[in-house]
């Protein structure tokens, strides 16, 4: 009796032990997270590599949920595709997907977030020039940012956005213009305006006077 007494308390002490070890690790994590700078490029990519290690002890050491390993993944590979290195953004960014589709009956949060790496990956493909695939995955993200968020929601507006643009780069006006004023329909959507968003609107604003 004494000893199954002292296994409970032994097993009790290394639950606790295990615990709070875990939540100095999220501590960590979520500190790297706070103190990404998105002015150095360089300092972002070394923070994100750092998260997505913590995250991998988290999920693979400590069995914790999955899902942190997909937002770090994808954190990683967004800021490379930031930096216009595509090959390594397109890499983790399909990792992402791949333990994301995984979860999407199992964890409610990683369905909208699908839509954020489709959307990701799609940005990959038309920066690095293959407009025809960007388009194919963006369609697709949107479609699915739409039936979780619903039709008004902002994130719908980057999305086509992004169409826009890649139809810009396929020397399609017409297309980019009816996405742009999809696009700028949604609200704030000034406040994030890029330069390639910037030749998109100018082109709109210009058929509009053409009509008067």
Known sequence: MQGSLADEDED?????LSNSFIQTIENKLNLIEKN??????ESVIHARIQQLEVARLLVNIHKQSSFILVKATVN?????LNINYYQQAFEHLTNAF???SSLLNK???AKQYHSNILTLLGRCYMEGGETDDALKLLEKSLKMNKTILGEDDYSNSIIHTLMARAYVKKGKYQEAIQQYSIAVSYTHLRAHETR???VCRLLLEK?????K
């Open 207 to 211: 058929k509009k006077k053409k009509k």
């Open 107 to 109: 964890i409610e949060e």
């Open 12 to 16: 009790q002490l290394s639950a606790e």
């Open 36 to 41: 990404v700078d998105i002015k150095e490029p």
């Open 98 to 100: 791949k333990l994301n």
């Open 196 to 198: 390639h968003d910037l």
């Open 76 to 80: 990683l590979g967004k800021a490379y």
